[in-house]
């Protein structure tokens, strides 16, 4: 996991993934240096986001209704990210990778494309059209990831309402 100092992500999630590389023979580590994240990466998956303190602040002023609170800190974090214009996908940077540009690179879309659709973004048009095909693959996904998420959320026993299904195996209606 790479960030620049500042964007720290939730410590649960930190532990869940320590967790999980232990189990399963791997490693997982944390840094403020992107070259050292990309260096002999098999697959990359750079997304920028704010740092997760202001993800609670913003949740706070939401559930207050401070709007102005709002305009203010999405302005902070604004300039905040305007400090970390280095932290950009691009040829240099796959070049660190184990394959270079054929190294994967993926991102839940979508991207901030560097001169395509905004000034300083988060990755090149190249390294960004060289991934396409598995950039829209990944992403064609996301619809049934967030159904899935949403049925998590609502079924208090997801194999049990599962299987109630199944069990009444009402033929799809095709129009």
């Given at each position: 996991l790479?960030?620049?100092?500042?964007?720290?992500?939730?410590?649960?999630?930190?532990?869940v993934?320590?967790?999980?590389?232990?189990?399963?023979?791997?490693?997982?580590?944390?840094?403020?240096?992107m070259k050292?994240?990309?260096?002999?990466?098999?697959?990359?998956?750079?997304?920028?986001w704010?740092?997760f303190?202001?993800?609670?602040?913003?949740?706070?002023?939401?559930?207050?209704?401070d709007f102005?609170?709002?305009?203010?800190?999405?302005?902070?974090?604004?300039?905040?990210?305007?400090?970390?214009?280095?932290?950009?996908?691009?040829?240099?940077?796959?070049?660190?990778?184990?394959?270079?540009?054929?190294?994967?690179?993926?991102?839940?879309?979508p991207?901030?494309i560097?001169?395509?659709?905004?000034?300083?973004?988060?990755v090149?048009?190249?390294?960004f059209?060289?991934?396409?095909?598995?950039?829209?693959k990944?992403?064609s996904?996301?619809?049934?990831i967030?159904?899935?998420?949403?049925?998590?959320?609502?079924?208090?026993?997801?194999?049990?309402?599962?299987k109630?299904?199944?069990?009444?195996?009402?033929?799809?209606?095709?129009?």
């Open positions: 790479a960030h620049p100092e500042g964007y720290e992500v939730m410590e649960d999630v930190v532990k993934a320590e967790k999980n590389a232990a189990e399963s023979g791997g490693s997982f580590s944390v840094t403020n240096d050292e994240a990309f260096k002999d990466a098999d697959v990359v998956y750079p997304k920028s704010a740092p303190k202001a993800m609670e602040i913003r949740t706070d002023l939401y559930g207050k209704g102005d609170g709002i305009d203010k800190l999405e302005k902070e974090l604004l300039a905040q990210n305007a400090t970390h214009q280095d932290w950009l996908v691009d040829d240099e940077m796959m070049k660190l990778t184990k394959n270079g540009l054929d190294t994967l690179y993926m991102h839940p879309l991207a901030d560097q001169g395509i659709s905004c000034e300083h973004g988060e090149t048009a190249e390294v059209d060289h991934a396409r095909d598995s950039l829209y990944e992403a996904n996301k619809p049934y967030i159904a899935a998420m949403i049925f998590l959320a609502k079924v208090k026993d997801p194999v049990a309402a599962l109630k299904l199944d069990e009444e195996a009402n033929p799809r209606r095709s129009f």
